[in-house]
């Protein structure tokens, strides 16, 4: 059964800093492509951030460039997300995903094979 469980949200003010975590179990977490999505309060799903499958080719979207970045551990089956700068725009349910096309194609297409539950961030000003 393929899991993917996001841990290390949690509540900061302006400015503060967070590292997401994501485990993977039941796939070969090393031949997969990991992204980062979010969905802020009454707002659709929005893509953040992508590693390819040995991480050495990452991806941002234009809102978190330079204060977002996304590892991985392939020998602990391991995605990170460490968020620094944080904003209040940034308050949103943080999941990650295995696979889809937004590496290279286009990022909105969300076209994920696997997804997590989230873990929530809150950012207050």
């Known amino acids: 059964e393929v899991q993917l469980v996001e841990s290390g949200g949690g509540s900061v003010q302006t400015g503060g800093s967070l590292r997401l975590s994501c485990a993977a179990s039941?796939?070969?977490?090393?031949?997969?492509?990991m992204n980062w999505v979010r969905r802020a309060p009454g707002k659709g799903l929005e893509w953040v951030s992508t590693i390819s499958a040995g991480g050495g080719i990452t991806r941002y979207a234009d809102s978190v460039k330079g204060r977002f970045t996304i590892a991985r551990d392939n020998a602990k089956n391991t995605l990170y997300l460490q968020m620094n700068s944080l904003e209040p725009e940034d308050t949103a349910m943080f999941s990650c995903?295995?696979?889809?096309?937004?590496?290279?194609?286009?990022?909105?297409?969300?076209?994920?094979?696997?997804w997590g539950q989230g873990t929530q961030v809150t950012v207050s000003s």
């Open positions: 039941g796939f070969t977490f090393s031949s997969w492509t």
């Open positions: 995903a295995a696979g889809g096309s937004s590496l290279f194609g286009d990022p909105s297409s969300l076209d994920y094979s696997y």
